[in-house]
């Protein structure tokens, strides 16, 4: 289920009329849906209610100017914008710009897996009067192959990156990241934090903002290249917030020959903080997760791992028991000093057939250090 428009319902285009280029385009602008956006104050079913009240209303007040339109009646004009040959416009890149348009509001009446590229807005608004009200634009590109699942922001993400202010300030981060939030000139030098598996990079660009961190958000070559234009895209927000992010690819398990490996990562026990939030999807992940965790944590006592695993099934709690074992089992041991389970509301997909009963999903985060420090000297 999409939102609907945010202005009146636009009065649909008669084609017979032969209406102008900036008329078509106009209306099927006004046609445009937005995808939602909810987080742990405001639950997805409160958010589509208040949609669909909204949609009400809209159709009531337009209703007397006769411009309220059903979805059949919507979803018949896109297609016959699409068949026509638009012959009356005065060229091709007319033509082709308003078949654009109307395919890309035909598309997000069917689905997100069926939509083109978005572009999601995500507020962040303080939780205890410590920092200002911030929000991250994300790139989400059309999802196709292998690569749809880091395309995709996952709603786990969204709920560790509203957690991670308290984690700072008053929880089991603090010791690494309450003195880089306090700020000033007298503050301690930014943690160097590394994400993995980070997708689209929303929670990798919200620790950046939050804890005036300097991140690396890293994922599979094929993911980079939206990656890095969410990183470039949201680089002036997270500046002003005193944070840095870069982006750079890193393969789980790829290996050690630094021909294949950036250079950022040569040096192993680098990063005093490791994030990921769910990155488990196969059962070699948790092996091949816990190795590159191992390879990237510093060996200080001090460093920490913050990982959030939706239990959404059996499936997945086995990935996260798996996990634990491969952390223990590591060379140097890292157990889970904290953790707690977050009540929330997974983001599957979009469709009209799903209730807000199946997307409930218990949050698991949890907080690892290394067993005992290790000399590596």
Known sequence: MLPPPTSEPPQLAH????????????CLQGLRLDLPVWNLDVSRSEVLKKQQQQQQQQQQEAAASSTAHDRREIISFLSSVIKSSLAWLDTDDERGEVWEEASKR?????????????????????????SDAFSLAIREPPY???SAIGLKTWGSSYVLAQLLTQFGLGGPLRHLVSASMAGGTSAAAPVEVLELGSGTGLLGLAAACIWRADVTLTDLPTIMP??????ALNRPTVEARGGR?????????????????????????????????????????????????????????DACVLAM????DETTKGLLGALRT?????SSALV???????????????????????RRVGFWWGVFKRDRPVDDS
């Not at 035909?106 to 410590?130: I, K, N, Q």
């Not at 393969?251 to 490996?261: I, R, Y």
Request: glycine share 8%; net charge negative; charged share 25%.
């Open 144 to 146: 196709a192959g292998d």
């Open 226 to 231: 939206n990656l890095a234009h969410n990183a």
């Open 309 to 312: 695993i939706p239990l959404r």
């Open 336 to 358: 889970c000093i904290d953790e707690s389970l977050v009540p929330g509301q997974d983001d599957w997909d979009d469709g009209a057939d799903d209730d807000d009963e199946s």
């Open 106 to 130: 035909l598309s997000e009446r069917c689905g997100r897996t069926a939509m083109g590229e978005v572009v999601r807005c995500w507020p962040f608004t303080s939780r205890d009067g410590s």
């Open 245 to 301: 992010v870069e982006a750079a690819a890193l393969t789980w398990g790829g290996g050690h020959d630094e021909g294949d490996l950036d250079p950022r990562f040569l040096t192993a026990h680098h990063y005093q903080l490791v994030i990921v939030a769910d990155p488990l999807y196969d059962d070699c992940h948790p092996a091949l997760l816990a190795g590159t965790i191992n390879e990237q944590l510093s060996l200080d006592a």
């Open 326 to 330: 491969e952390l223990a089992g590591q």
């Open 15 to 26: 084609l017979w009329q032969k209406p102008a280029f900036n008329d078509l385009v106009s």
